[in-house]
C-alpha cells in the first residue's frame, strides 16, 4: 500500500490536554494577508452573545497591514505572530496556546453569528466533544450565494456513518464547537496536510473515540473569494499532484487500524469515489494522464468500483475510465457554457 509521511500532528498539544479555564471559550482566528477582512472576523468572535471569550489571532507572517488591523484591537485579542508556516500550523499555535475549555476556529476571512457559540454550547453532554452547526456562503462582499446550501440537515451521517460523513460532505472548520481536551489530545490539526485537513482532524478525532453532535442553525459564514492568498484558488493538482492519491491510502490505513466498528470496506468505498471525483475534474482541466492515475489508485483501494446514477451505468457498459472520461467532458462543456453566460450579462 502507498504510503506518505503524513501523521504530524503537534504532540506537544497532549501534555497540555487538561489544562483549561471551565467555561471559557476560545476563538482562535489564523490570519496570513487577511488584511480586507480580519476586522470582521475580530468584530463576529467580540460580538458573541456568549459572554466567556478570549479570541486569538495568529497572524501567519502576513506581508499586507493585516498586523495594523490587528493591533487596532490590541487590548481585547491576543496577538500571536511568527512566520509563514500556514493555517494547520497557526491553529495549532493558537490551540497550544489558548485557556477554554471550549475551541471555536475561525478563518480570517469568515464570519461567526452573534449566537454562534451559545447555540452550540448547550448541546454538550458527558460524552460529546464536538457540537456541529451549519453555515452559509458568501461573497467577497458579504452577499449571500444561494446556490451553496448546507447538507447537515439532511442528517446523512446516520445512514452512511459518520466517518463516512466526514468524507462525503465535510464539516467545515468553522461549524464545529470543540472540546479543548479532545483537540489537544489528537494533537490539532496535522500540519504535514496543506490541504483536507478538516476531514483529517476530524476523522482523528473520532476514531480517537471523541463523539460528535449536530445542532441544526447556521452558526457562521464561508467567505468565497479570489484573493491571491486564499488556497482554493488554483487547483489543487497544482501543487502536489499525488497528494489525494497518498492521503486516501493514509486515512484508510488510519480506520483499518483503529478500533473503531465502522467497516473498513465501505470507508474504501467512499475513499474510492472521492478519488473518482477527483479524477473527472482532473479529466475536465485536461490533466488526463493524472486522472488515469487516479482512476488506477481508486481501483486498487476498491476493486470493481461503480460510481452510482448513470455514471455508474456508463461505467458498467464502457468501463470506468469511459465514465470518466465522459464526466469529464460533460463539467468541460458546462464551465464553458457558464462563462459565455457571465460574459453575455456583463
Not at 499532484?241 to 488510519?254: D, G, K, M, Q, T
Request: proline share 5%.
Amino acid at each position: 500500500m502507498n504510503s506518505q509521511p503524513y501523521g504530524r500532528p503537534r504532540s506537544s498539544l497532549s501534555e497540555v490536554a487538561a489544562d483549561y479555564v471551565p467555561g471559557l471559550v476560545s476563538v482562535i482566528i489564523p490570519c496570513y494577508n487577511a488584511e480586507p477582512f480580519v476586522a470582521e472576523a475580530i468584530e463576529s468572535a467580540l460580538s458573541q452573545t456568549y459572554g466567556e471569550i478570549e479570541v486569538l489571532v495568529v497572524d501567519d507572517g502576513s506581508t499586507d497591514n493585516s498586523l495594523d488591523v490587528i493591533g487596532q484591537y490590541e487590548d481585547r485579542v491576543t496577538l500571536l505572530s511568527g512566520p509563514n508556516r500556514g493555517a494547520c500550523a497557526a491553529r495549532n499555535t493558537g490551540l497550544q496556546h489558548s485557556h477554554g475549555e471550549f475551541i471555536q476556529f475561525l478563518d480570517a476571512d469568515d464570519t461567526l453569528e452573534p449566537s454562534a457559540i451559545a447555540a452550540r454550547l448547550v448541546a454538550f453532554t458527558a460524552d460529546v466533544d464536538l457540537v456541529f452547526g451549519d453555515l452559509i456562503h458568501i461573497g467577497e462582499d458579504g452577499s449571500h450565494i444561494p446556490w451553496y446550501v448546507s447538507q447537515h440537515p439532511k442528517r446523512l451521517w446516520e445512514s452512511v456513518g459518520m466517518i463516512n460523513y466526514i468524507f462525503i460532505n465535510n464539516i467545515y472548520t468553522l461549524e464545529p464547537l470543540h472540546r479543548r481536551s479532545a483537540a489537544c489530545s489528537v494533537g490539532g490539526f496535522d500540519e504535514s496536510i496543506p490541504r483536507g485537513q478538516e476531514p483529517d482532524f476530524h476523522l482523528r478525532l473520532y476514531l480517537a473515540g471523541h463523539r460528535f453532535a449536530y445542532r441544526e442553525g447556521v452558526v457562521g459564514c464561508f467567505r468565497q473569494h479570489d484573493s491571491p492568498t486564499r488556497v482554493g484558488r488554483s487547483g489543487w493538482w497544482t501543487e502536489d499532484p499525488e497528494r489525494y492519491i497518498s492521503l486516501a491510502y493514509h486515512w484508510v490505513r488510519l480506520v483499518s487500524e483503529s478500533s473503531c466498528d465502522a467497516s473498513s470496506e465501505r470507508f474504501r468505498r467512499t475513499m474510492a469515489a472521492m478519488l473518482c471525483g477527483h479524477a473527472v475534474q482532473l479529466y475536465a482541466a485536461k490533466e488526463q494522464a493524472l486522472a488515469r492515475r487516479h482512476h488506477d489508485a481508486l481501483l486498487d483501494l476498491y476493486p470493481g468500483f461503480l460510481p452510482h446514477g448513470a455514471a455508474g451505468r456508463v461505467s458498467q457498459a464502457m468501463g470506468l475510465w469511459t465514465a470518466i472520461r465522459v464526466g469529464g467532458l460533460r463539467a468541460r462543456i458546462r464551465e464553458r457554457l457558464s462563462s459565455r453566460q457571465s460574459w453575455q450579462r456583463t
